[in-house]
């Protein structure tokens, strides 16, 4: 006699996997509910002041991050729930372009394996709920993976256009995708097979797409004087003078690594490494063509940056373009037992996470934080009926500033008013000449508060050349429950004196 699901039509899901779907399932509404209840950061806010100066490119990153923010804002309007639509959305196409990578090396059942990895992941909600240039370098970055896979492993030789064209724009969304061009050029040279295509004229069309795709990166650095380029390598490359061994900073990046990823990913990424560099004894050349591929785009970036983290430290988000091949290779060697492990881990952590969202049990001593920016806002502005004529700054590199304009409906100056460097605020037409003469608002977060006066030391001696007089007003307090959480000091500078023209054309 039929079974009831056979007669049905219906097969039936085995009960492990639905267990694992349902796990999945409460991850992503998790997600979901972190949409409306997050407030801003400061990344949202700064990457929404580059969408309102739309440019070829800007200062300290590549454009794309500002036009997503821009065509999201001007359809939606102009809320940090819209921002976090715009990354959640970007996110999802992510997800959806890994998985249509990921049927191309695994079977159906170890595909689903790695897309339900990918979702347990918390870098899937740092990208689906923070504006940063990684969400759409991760999209671009999937769909060139595509692309490069139809060109070389299907010859279809009208995707290496493609591949080149989305190589471009995953440059003009962080400079990261140099890692991409690194990797095609490692996978060509040391596959026996494939090596013809790096003769070519396709790959030489790639190049040639790519160079196309990236002018207006080129075109805005040209006319800038490369600031660009330059911050990104000279300036990381001082960073380095008198570099030293630090065990705590590569301990560090194995921290929040471990975070991003779940423990039992990150450390079964060393240890299948191990076990295949021990498997071919570093003849690479012997690996199969599919694994070698999916190698060539992870190895690079994720040993590169490790070995990096002893002498410089390494930002949480670097390696996250290396996990989207990294997490398909890794799926042939892995089962349902530990997908369950990690999609338990995930949840324990994603809870954690909702209830600091939702309570704020532990408060965070950084600017790095969505509590308290929309209260702030609201306190500076009641403030301004007491100043009308004042103008308002503040001289951290970007954040306060950052959500002050996002927030007020005024412009809010950063630390070029005091002749400093202020990333892209220098690069936005700000004239501070027409200020001459008028008193300003100074806005000083002080994140490792100790008491809650306006402590005077705070202000730098040298401001006082740009100003008659400073002097203190009641400072900003954020308070959750009846306890201050953050502190801003407020100071009152009188007369002010813009730093002359030259002195603001700094090189980066």
Not at 79 to 94: E, M, N, P, R
Not at 305 to 333: E, T
Not at 477 to 503: Q, W
Request: proline residues 5%.
């Amino acid at each position: 006699m039929a079974s009831p699901s056979v007669h049905s039509g219906k097969i039936p899901v085995p009960a492990g996997r639905r267990i694992l779907i349902w796990l999945t399932v409460f991850i992503v509404i998790i997600r979901l509910i972190f949409i409306p209840a997050m407030g801003p950061m400061p990344q949202d806010a700064y990457y929404d002041f580059y969408a309102q100066h739309l440019a070829l490119s800007y200062y300290d990153h590549p454009p794309m991050i500002a036009y997503l923010l821009r065509i999201f804002t001007t359809v939606f309007g102009k809320k940090i729930f819209v921002l976090k639509l715009a990354d959640s959305t970007l996110t999802w196409l992510s997800i959806l372009a890994f998985y249509t990578l990921s049927k191309r090396f695994l079977s159906l059942h170890k595909a689903r394996y790695g897309l339900l990895l990918l979702l347990s992941t918390f870098m899937i909600s740092i990208l689906s709920l923070i504006s940063t240039p990684d969400v759409p370098l991760i999209l671009s970055w999937t769909l060139a993976l595509i692309f490069l896979h139809s060109a070389i492993f299907k010859s279809e030789n009208i995707y290496w256009v493609w591949a080149g064209i989305m190589t471009g724009v995953c440059f003009d969304s962080k400079y990261t995708a140099v890692f991409l061009i690194i990797g095609v050029l490692i996978f060509l040279l040391i596959s026996n097979k494939y090596r013809r295509f790096l003769f070519s004229r396709w790959f030489l069309i790639y190049l040639f797409c790519f160079a196309l795709a990236i002018l207006p990166v080129l075109i805005w650095n040209i006319r800038n004087g490369f600031a660009s380029f330059k911050f990104q390598s000279e300036g990381r490359m001082n960073s380095l003078e008198g570099l030293h061994v630090s065990l705590s900073d590569f301990a560090g990046v194995i921290g929040h690594q471990s975070a991003i990823l779940m423990p039992i990913l990150l450390f079964s990424f060393f240890y299948f490494l191990y076990r295949l560099i021990r498997k071919y004894k570093f003849r690479f050349s012997r690996i199969p063509d599919d694994q070698l591929f999916l190698l060539s785009f992870f190895i690079p970036l994720f040993l590169g940056f490790f070995c990096l983290s002893f002498v410089y430290w390494v930002k949480i988000n670097w390696m996250m373009p290396a996990y989207v091949s990294g997490i398909i290779w890794l799926c042939r060697y892995w089962n349902k037992k530990w997908i369950r492990i990690q999609l338990i881990f995930s949840i324990t952590l994603h809870l954690a996470m909702a209830a600091e969202v939702l309570f704020y049990f532990i408060p965070i001593h950084s600017d790095d934080t969505w509590f308290g920016w929309k209260d702030l806002a609201q306190q500076v502005n009641n403030m301004r009926t007491e100043y009308p004529q004042a103008f308002i700054f503040s001289s951290d590199d970007y954040k306060t500033s950052a959500i002050l304009n996002f927030y007020l409906p005024e412009t809010v100056y950063a630390k070029n008013v005091v002749g400093e460097r202020a990333l892209q605020f220098d690069f936005v037409g700000t004239d501070l000449l027409p200020l001459r003469g008028h008193d300003a608002i100074f806005i000083d977060s002080n994140p490792r508060f100790t008491n809650l006066n306006n402590e005077s030391d705070a202000i730098p001696p040298f401001y006082y050349k740009y100003f008659d007089q400073i002097s203190s007003l009641h400072p900003i307090l954020i308070k959750k429950g009846g306890r201050v959480e953050r502190k801003f000091s407020v100071f009152l500078c009188s007369n002010y004196h813009p730093p002359a023209p030259a002195s603001l054309q700094r090189s980066p």
